[in-house]
């Protein structure tokens, strides 16, 4: 990294030349990104991620209790509907 840091900085610094010292620029980002990329991949968030990043106030408790919520009133409609007496 200390080499990279060095290279960097003589390119700049003794260039004259605003290209050379935009090569070098994004030669940094480059590496950076590469960086990025090996260590801290993005990832794609799901539907579910992206709504709940959206609400900060639903905690992963909060959301499993609604989960379970939900559950057991899709079973309850299945069950009433299952038990409703013809006339």
Known sequence: M???????????I???????TLDAAICAIERIQKVLDDHAPLQKMSRTQR????????????YKLIKTKNKLY??????????????
């Open 2 to 12: 200390d080499e990279t840091k060095e290279t960097l900085n003589s390119m700049i």
């Open 14 to 20: 003794n260039s004259d030349n605003p290209a050379a």
């Open 51 to 62: 709504r709940l990043a959206k609400k900060t106030w639903i905690t992963s408790d909060l």
């Open 74 to 87: 899709r079973a309850l409609v299945r069950f009433e509907s299952g038990n409703k007496q013809r006339i």
